[in-house]
């Protein structure tokens, strides 16, 4: 298909790999602002330390997906098929999940709780945090080895394909469906009980507060409309990312695999850049990095200019 094709499949590896250099820069951005507090010594909040480590698997992901479509230039099968898939599928879950942990986190700080087990489990995740992190990033890599055994025969074939192809044959079977689904439904159920309970119990906290003598001021309102909104678009994000999982599979066949890959990874980019546009500190570091930029090109530009003349 690729020698009859030859600028379809070139269009498409060109489109991956500009995809994989920007939301690659997206997320590098992120992972310097949180380790550069870090070595200014400036204490990281516990949501910052889920955020760092997100996007840090999200930059693994970006270029094990690359990898493996170059891999198949390749004469070792074992790694081909098995060892990078293996690892980039245990990466995808492992950024699933470290969602899931930040909006249980959010959460456990939001929601209204007096129950002892309830404030039991927010001091206990909040202190041994990195212990859930890597809790959650083994039972990725177990999920992994699910996943791969599943649909590891496709990994060969990395020719772009269009749903109109002959040999677009989408897969349907309860093996493909079951090796997706294990690894995505854990993080989607935790995900979708705490996003249920953060939407409902925060319209019930601004109804006690216009209750009681206190009073809702006009800022207060917008700050919880504004967080409602946020959690309905990240639950939205986290949602196509668990649909792309598991119809990623399914039409393998006919995406290819620089396709598939691309559309693997828009959910996680998409999530990455409301990040920075929802993070007050995040917005403002990349505002001045922009402007710094700016500046310098603008600088660049007058000194060419000067040895001109």
Partial sequence: YKDKNPDIYDITFLVLCVFVFIAGLINLFIVAVDFLDWLRGRKIKACEKIQFVLALSRICYLCFSLMQVLMPVSDNWFIRLYIVPSISVSINYTGLWYLTLMSVLFFLKIADCKHVLFIRLKVVMTRR?????????????????????????????????????????????????????????????????????????????????????????????????????????????????????????????????????????????????????????????????IQAAANYLTMRGDQGTGNQL
């Fill in 129 to 289: 945090l990195m212990c859930f992190i890597v809790g959650v990033t083994l039972i990725s890599v177990a999920n992994a080895g699910l996943r791969v055994w599943v649909w590891q025969s496709y990994f060969n074939d990395t020719q772009p394909r269009t749903l109109t192809n002959a040999t677009c044959m989408p897969q349907f079977s309860m093996s493909f469906l079951f090796g997706a689904t294990v690894g995505n439904s854990g993080p989607f159920i935790l995900y979708s009980v705490s996003f249920i309970m953060l939407v409902t119990s925060l319209p019930q906290h601004v109804i006690r507060m216009r209750s009681s003598d206190t009073g809702l001021s006009t800022t207060n309102l917008d700050s919880y409309n504004v967080a409602i909104k946020s959690l309905v678009v990240c639950f939205l994000i986290f949602s196509l990312q668990v649909g792309s999982n598991v119809l990623g599979t399914t039409f393998m066949s006919c995406f290819g695999m620089s396709g598939l890959l691309i559309y693997a990874n828009v959910s996680p980019a998409l999530h990455s850049v409301y990040l920075i546009y929802r993070k007050p500190k995040l917005r403002q570091r990349f505002s001045e990095t």
